[in-house]
């Protein structure tokens, strides 16, 4: 896209060029079915705490009021109901029977403040989970194994191993330790009745670093093989990444993700692979040094809603190609690997994606909230994409008190804890975008489109409802910094979105349902953002103060006749419509 030199030289220009009210525009929804048993166990789902975080946790956890309180605001209040646990390289520590205390060290060799008092050990988890009817992705541990002569944490990898680890370098012996424990494990969980708990079992964790993806098949299979011993009909996810950058690592990713595939058809177990994993993350603005920069909401907003998954052109990486040498998005080009190596109704799971966070100013605002559902309502309409899972779910006041604000946007609930302050979960745009996640990943994906592209909609069927998902992407500049020079990840997302929004940014709308479905004239409008501003900060800086932004539920009456619905929707906003049938 080129650059549009000048238009925001005077910002009430455009207001004056801009059409006077709301555009029309028409969405037609059909009965064709792009995408079916959605369940939204699969997609309202968000990562377990890091070590840093856990002591915050024990305090939830230990104190009656706060876990019950935490419970049902996760269950009802922002409608994420599945957790992946643990949290990323803290899998390596999940040992069934080993208590924290006992790698403690180990844990504090990449944790500094980890605490083995706040370790939640898999015996809690579980419990929380069945006393909240929660879900989990479970997370086994292909890194290391106990070895119990010694009473000590083994890493697969020897100190001075060759990086990536050869499976002719496998510890045979410690293998098999590590599988007996896993079906130990297996055996605990069915004795207990928690495998009706767990959506999938992931084996592993972004292991591309250290590992080939054969050594790692190799692990990861005689795992898989003691887990299906057990429980036969456990759903198996393992580790890929598709290569999406300029660096090494397209490349490392790229070959890891074959090798692991080709190691386990080798190993007869392509047939109970049911996903692999891929793990996005997207920044608005990137320094010419690599690390993140500062940026506006309007520049969050505008390359986040830039971005789709099953789209070949709007993506933040470089072009993805077919043998062809056609383009294609990044669900086509992983779906693609999966199949030339043998894998037709294997499926991609997102285990970890977020749009921006760490060191971005908005990265709570309605801006990333709206980004965010952007992404994930994609995801769950994507084919081949079995589920998704936010990174992360839990900040705690008290622990990061003497942080700078920035760093509070890579967590989506906020729990204040201070001694000041009454101990309360708190919902940000991010968490509060699942309320409208929850309702719209649920039975099957129906073909939509847009007269214009500003609106991105999604719509899915069940047998009593329709439901019509559609963020308005037009927002005008409140001002000139909004679309100042930067380096982006996106090119020139703000100028262009900036650009498109000149002739209005609210639409009046004529939605056409699929002939055969009968609506009630009572439909019922869940709104997230309405009258909100792009630039409200979800956190003041250097404050614990927090400006909720709720999703808001009405019931409007008189928009259908026939086949046909209308409505007006508000700029940079997030509206799902809910049609029963008559």
């Known amino acids: 896209m080129r650059r549009h030199f000048a238009i925001f030289l005077c910002i009430c220009a455009t207001t004056v060029l801009a059409a006077d009210g709301p555009l029309p525009a028409q969405i037609t929804i059909d009965s064709s079915v792009v995408k079916s048993g959605l369940d939204p166990l699969d997609y309202c789902s968000a990562n377990w705490v890091w070590t840093t975080g856990t002591h915050a946790l024990r305090k939830i956890l230990a104190t009656p009021d706060y876990r019950r309180d935490f419970m049902k605001f996760l269950h009802d209040d922002v409608h994420i109901r599945t957790l992946r646990y643990p949290a990323g390289g803290n899998v390596q520590y999940v040992h069934f029977g080993i208590p924290g205390a006992h790698f403690i060290d180990d844990m504090r060799k990449t944790d500094s403040s980890a605490?083995?008092?706040?370790?939640?050990e898999l015996d809690e988890f579980f419990k929380f989970l069945a006393d909240g009817d929660l879900r989990t992705i479970f997370q086994v541990n292909t890194l290391s194994w106990y070895d119990d002569a010694k009473d000590k944490l083994v890493s697969f990898i020897p100190p001075g191993t060759k990086l990536p680890m050869t499976k002719d370098k496998i510890?045979?012996?410690?293998?098999?330790?590590a599988a007996d424990r896993v079906e130990k494990m297996a055996q605990w969980i069915k004795a207990n009745?928690?495998?009706?708990?767990i959506r999938i079992w992931e084996f592993g964790n972004e292991e591309y670093g250290g590992y080939t993806g054969e050594t790692y098949g190799v692990i990861a299979g005689e795992l898989i093989r003691r887990v299906k011993k057990v429980l036969p009909e456990a759903r198996i996810v393992v580790t890929n990444q598709l290569g999406v950058t300029h660096d090494e690592w397209k490349q490392i990713h790229n070959e890891f993700s074959v090798g692991v595939l080709k190691e386990l058809?080798?190993?007869k177990l392509a047939d109970v692979i049911d996903g692999v994993t891929n793990h996005v993350y997207g920044?608005?603005?990137?320094?010419?040094?690599?690390?993140?920069?500062?940026?506006t909401a309007y520049q969050e907003f505008a390359a986040y809603t830039s971005f789709l998954p099953d789209d070949p052109y709007r993506q933040p990486w470089e072009p993805l190609v077919n043998e062809k040498g056609q383009r294609v998005s990044i669900v086509r080009k992983q779906a693609d690997?999966?199949?030339?190596n043998g894998y037709p109704h294997t499926n991609i799971f997102m285990t970890e994606f977020r749009l921006g966070g760490m060191q971005e100013q908005y990265n709570q605002s309605l801006a990333n909230g709206l980004g965010n559902l952007q992404l994930a309502a994609a995801y769950a309409a994507a084919p081949r994409v079995g589920g998704c899972t936010i990174h992360s779910l839990l900040h705690a006041s008290a622990v990061t008190h003497q942080r700078p604000f920035q760093i509070w946007g890579y967590d989506v609930i906020n729990f204040q804890m201070d001694e000041d302050l009454h101990p309360r979960f708190v919902s940000t745009p991010v968490s509060e975008a699942y309320n409208l996640l929850w309702q719209i990943a649920q039975g099957d994906v129906l073909r939509s489109t847009s007269s214009n592209p500003l609106l991105f909609t999604v719509a899915t069927r069940d047998a009593k409802s329709l439901r019509l998902l559609v963020i308005n992407r037009a927002a005008r500049p409140e001002s000139e910094k909004d679309v100042r020079p930067n380096t982006w990840t996106w090119g020139d997302s703000a100028d262009s979105l900036a650009k498109e929004s000149e002739q209005g940014d609210a639409f009046d709308v004529t939605i056409t349902l699929p002939g055969e479905f009968q609506a009630s004239n009572q439909v019922q409008v869940m709104s997230l953002g309405e009258k909100e501003k792009l630039s409200d900060r979800s956190v003041d800086p250097g404050t614990l103060n927090v400006h909720e932004v709720k999703v808001h539920t009405r019931t409007v009456s008189g928009m259908v006749k026939g086949n046909r619905a209308t409505y007006q929707f508000p700029p940079h906003c997030a509206t799902l419509l809910e049609f029963k049938r008559r």
């Open 115 to 120: 605490n083995p008092d706040d370790w939640i």
């Open 171 to 177: 510890d045979r012996a410690g293998l098999q330790k």
């Open 193 to 197: 009745h928690y495998d009706r708990l």
């Open 265 to 267: 058809r080798e190993e």
């Open 283 to 295: 920044f608005a603005i990137v320094r010419p040094d690599g690390n993140i920069g500062t940026s």
């Open 337 to 340: 690997m999966l199949d030339a």
